[in-house]
């Protein structure tokens, strides 16, 4: 069974400032996908960025950027020029690669406060 | 609207009584899923429809919970029964039909159930 691992239940950073969310998983599939997901207070989940385990160049979004590490099985998010506005739960996620759409497999999560 | 719509935003009923959920994908999208998430979890998965099958339905706790798909579309969530312990919020997610690889899920604000 597929497992994702999220070792910080909480960080917090200062406004403008960097921060790296970890998150490690444990697969036999050697082809998948690995998301990362934000809820803020809303509750709705967002889609933050999306990683191709085919893929060897690692997945960037504006200021979200990731650093897989496939042979280790890690998948951190670095968050650049933090703001306010990132204060949320963020969630790692792997889902299978498949011709077809199946669930996810969610960590429990990592409550990110960014401090004006 | 143009994103996953879930009623009710808020439930609170009392313990032994059953609740039906709804979620109102978005047009198009053929996947659907139901997450649960309780406090402090991350989201744990419940079932998932490909049209109006559920090819997947390992993850529901009990057999106090059902769900159906009709048209396509809509999907209820039902509870039987309630007991404290299936007070969470209750997420659904819809994503693209079938092609290549898992679409990414868009995720609903989720309803609150909360059992007395």
């Known amino acids: 069974a597929q497992t994702v691992t999220q070792s910080q239940p909480e960080m917090s950073v200062q406004e403008a400032e960097t921060v790296t969310l970890s998150c490690t998983y444990d697969?036999?599939?050697?082809?998948?996908?690995l998301f990362w997901y934000k809820q803020p207070p809303s509750r709705q989940m967002i889609l933050v960025i999306r990683q191709e385990a085919y893929k060897q160049q690692n997945a960037t979004e504006n200021r979200f950027s990731v650093n897989f590490q496939k042979a280790a099985k890690s998948f951190s998010l670095k968050i650049s020029d933090s703001q306010l506005g990132d204060t949320a739960m963020y969630f790692c996620a792997f889902g299978f690669f498949n011709s077809g759409n199946t669930p996810l497999v969610f960590g429990k999560g990592t409550r990110l406060s960014v401090i004006a | 609207g143009a994103g996953v719509s879930q009623s009710p935003s808020n439930k609170v009923t009392e313990k032994g009584k059953d609740v039906e959920l709804r979620c109102d994908p978005i047009s198009g999208h053929t996947a659907l899923y139901w997450y649960r998430q309780s406090l402090g979890q991350g989201l744990e998965f419940l079932i998932y429809?490909?049209?109006?099958?559920?090819?997947?339905k390992s993850g529901l706790p009990s057999d106090r919970f059902s769900a159906e798909r009709t048209g396509g579309s809509v999907s209820t969530l039902t509870i039987q029964r309630t007991q404290q312990e299936d007070s969470a919020v209750y997420l659904c997610a819809s994503s693209l039909g079938a092609g290549f690889g898992n679409q990414p899920q868009h995720f609903g604000d989720g309803t609150r159930l909360s059992i007395l």
């Open positions: 697969t036999s599939e050697n082809n998948y996908y």
């Open positions: 429809f490909q049209g109006n099958s559920a090819p997947d």
